[in-house]
Nanobody, 127 residues
Framework: QVQLVESGGRLVQAGGSLRLSCAAS????????MGWFRQVPGKEREFVAA????????YYADSVKGPFTISRDNAKNTVYLQMNSLKPEDTAVYYC????????????????????WGQGTQVTVSS
């Protein structure tokens, strides 16, 4: 079992930056591929970014490629999402997710590939 706890969400003005964190416990963190998703009311949860177990490979949704950066610190059991140049359309609840797979370079991008989910953190971008 893996527990994931997100933090860092808050109200920010358009053009600003935020860094979300997700702390993991319960399983060797380096065995997990990690990802971020987001969801707004009435819409399906949307993939944002993923990072492989070893941190070497990353993958982004086209809508965030450039301004957003996913990273991880395996020594701290934490994955991050740095969000720059935020827009009102980035407003959502952001969820951290974990997937276990033997491939060091695995970067899952579909909801069904993830086994564990955090409770979410609210990001609100005002115009």
């Amino acid at each position: 079992q893996v527990q994931l706890v997100e933090s860092g969400g808050r109200l920010v003005q358009a053009g600003g930056s935020l860094r979300l964190s997700c702390a993991a416990s319960g399983r060797t963190f380096s065995s997990l591929a990690m990802g971020w998703f987001r969801q707004v009311p009435g819409k399906e949860r949307e993939f944002v970014a993923a990072i492989s177990r070893n941190g070497v490979r990353t993958y982004y949704a086209d809508s965030v490629k450039g301004p957003f950066t996913i990273s991880r610190d395996n020594a701290k059991n934490t994955v991050y999402l740095q969000m720059n140049s935020l827009k009102p359309e980035d407003t959502a609840v952001y969820y951290c997710a974990a997937a276990h797979n033997g491939d060091l370079y695995y970067t899952p991008r579909y909801h069904s590939e993830y086994t564990y989910w955090g409770q979410g953190t609210q990001v609100t971008v005002s115009s």
